[in-house]
């Protein structure tokens, strides 16, 4: 006489099929590695169908992909009712729960495909990697399907508590910006259900939206504070790099990585792979723009850090000492972003109208354009921007020297 299947008996019943007396068709199938549920019914036609449903593991943690008794009946009872109302039933392809991917196998197959692809985004795709995978360091072997909104939450919480030391509610914000393309990924590849970034709230600044903007005389002290940063050779190419970041108004790392070579006839050119918004970026520099990057060889930096041919570091560290050098706190190097574009939207002609207008300060912020007229507007401004950046440089010029006594930026020693 055939054992009941029960939920305890799935542990130890023998190698065999196993027919349950609940739902017709539906057996449990066990072999000398696996467990197996398969339903067997007529389908459309008459023609005898198959479907494997699932897989039983013995013990299996919480959260797998292993199919107990309950979950099987309730499978194959959804596809016996698609057969009676004569609906089609689609056979989907199940994965064992030991073959599932873990978080980190995940993290591994979205990096060959972007690597593969050579698509936009490799520049930060290794900061991107490291960021993720340190975060989720205690979920790295956990199968990707089981890592849940809970524990999104615990890592996000736990880089915003100070996560090796280097937590910050920003780096909690940066951590699930890095997070979110990949599980986006993964979600349209049916290796999760959801991308649980985009239902997660975020903990930090990013959630506040910065608004400091530099006044006349911060940017004045500031400028004068950043030739006094001579600890070493790489604390004056900061300097230089802060200087230049106030009249030209770029990100900081698209700044930093500038070489020699990248600036031809006066203009900088950022190419795709190099921009935040992957798109090719051209920009005439002013003279007092140009004064900062130095001379070099084309493929040396214009900011080059200790070792070389490697990019400045120690940021957080420079920035402390133009701090207490010139007394201004409570800005960030973003922040001179924001300032140089606000003043530009400030500064107007002898009609009191705008000097520089709105989109020209856009397309100098290399920003998209929204809506119906990305479909139409496709000018690039080269020469209203490069006039933006000359009103512009010029009205920092008078900034920096309306307060007497400013150390002058031309005829500098080597390195400043």
């Not at 939450?153 to 951590?175: E, N, V, Y």
């Not at 939206?209 to 900061?238: G, M, N």
């Amino acid at each position: 006489m055939a054992t009941k299947l029960t939920a305890v008996a799935l542990d130890t019943l023998p190698e065999g099929i196993h027919k349950d007396h609940v739902v017709p068709g539906l057996s449990f199938h066990v072999g000398k590695k696996r467990r197996t549920w398969v339903l067997r019914y007529l389908g459309q036609g008459g023609r005898q169908a198959t479907d494997k449903l699932g897989n039983f593991v013995p013990r299996a943690p919480e959260g797998s992909l292993s199919m107990g008794l309950a979950s099987a009946r309730e499978r194959a009872q959804e596809i016996l009712a698609r057969v009676e109302a004569g609906v089609p039933v689609a056979q989907e392809k199940v994965a064992h729960p030991k073959d599932a991917l873990t978080l980190g196998q995940l993290f591994n197959a979205y990096e060959k495909m972007k690597r593969a692809k050579a698509t936009k985004g490799l520049k930060s795709l290794d900061e991107a990697l490291r960021t993720v995978r340190r975060c989720c360091a205690d979920y790295i072997d956990l199968p990707a399907h089981a890592f849940s909104k809970a524990d999104l939450k615990a890592a996000r919480d736990k880089a915003a508590a100070g996560l090796r030391k280097k937590g910050s509610p920003q780096m909690a914000d940066r951590f699930m910006d890095y997070l979110s393309p990949i599980l986006n990924w993964a979600a349209k590849e049916d290796h999760i259900d959801l991308n649980l970034v985009s239902v997660t709230h975020k903990v930090g600044p990013g959630l506040v939206k910065r608004k400091r903007v530099l006044s006349e005389a911060e940017i004045r002290k500031v400028w004068a504070a950043t030739f006094k940063l001579d600890s070493s050779p790489e604390a004056r190419v900061y300097g230089r790099l802060i200087r230049f970041l106030l009249c030209v108004p770029q990100r900081k790392m698209e700044a930093a990585t500038i070489r020699h070579g990248d600036i031809i006839d006066g203009q900088w050119r950022i190419r795709e792979e190099d921009t935040k918004s992957s798109r090719e970026h051209r920009l005439k520099l002013p003279a007092l723009a140009l004064e900062q990057l130095g001379t070099g060889k084309a493929d040396e930096l214009c900011f080059p850090g200790k070792f070389e041919g490697k990019t400045l570091g120690g940021f957080s560290k420079f920035k402390t000492a133009l701090d207490e050098l010139s007394g201004v706190v409570g800005w960030r190097q973003h922040d001179l972003r924001r300032s140089a574009t606000t003043w530009m939207q400030e500064m107007t002609g002898e009609d009191d109208m705008p000097a520089i207008p709105q989109e020209v300060v856009s397309a100098i912020m290399n920003h998209a354009i929204k809506g119906a007229d990305a479909h139409y507007l496709h000018a690039t401004l080269a020469k209203p921007k490069a006039r933006a950046l000359e009103l512009w440089c010029t009205e920092l010029d008078r900034i920096i020297k309306a307060g007497g006594n400013v150390i002058p930026y031309t005829n500098l020693p080597s390195g400043y």
